[in-house]
């Protein structure tokens, strides 16, 4: 049973940045999870992001290539999300999954406005 906490959001403007943090607990091999990054704005689907590997190999949204990075501290059972050059297309709630557990977080918001 693993439970899944997102942190790091809040309110920024165009060409800043922010590092969000998913923190997980209940798991014992929270190293071998691939670890994916959503997003979901009003009036959209949900979006991949990003995705971040237990080997800590990383892939990307085009639309955040260049910009934003993923990472993992798996002492921790912590994966992160460093997001540069912000948007407000970015704006958005920032979710993290497992997807072999169908575990979600309950999200963090990202707002970025001038």
């Known amino acids: 049973q693993v439970q899944l906490v997102e942190s790091g959001g809040g309110l920024v403007q165009p060409g800043g940045s922010l590092r969000l943090s998913c923190a997980a607990s209940?798991?014992?091999?929270?190293?071998?999870?691939?670890i994916y990054w959503y997003r979901q704005a009003p009036g959209k689907q949900r979006e991949l992001v990003a995705t971040?590997?237990?080997?800590?190999?990383?892939t990307y949204a085009d639309s955040v290539k260049g910009r934003f990075t993923g990472s993992r501290d798996n002492a921790k059972n912590t994966v992160y999300l460093q997001m540069n050059s912000l948007k407000p297309e970015d704006t958005a709630v920032y979710f993290c999954?497992?997807?072999?557990?169908?575990?979600w977080g309950q999200g963090t918001q990202v707002t970025v406005s001038s």
């Open positions: 209940g798991s014992t091999i929270f190293n071998l999870f691939t």
């Open positions: 971040i590997r237990s080997g800590g190999i990383t």
């Open positions: 999954n497992v997807a072999a557990l169908a575990a």
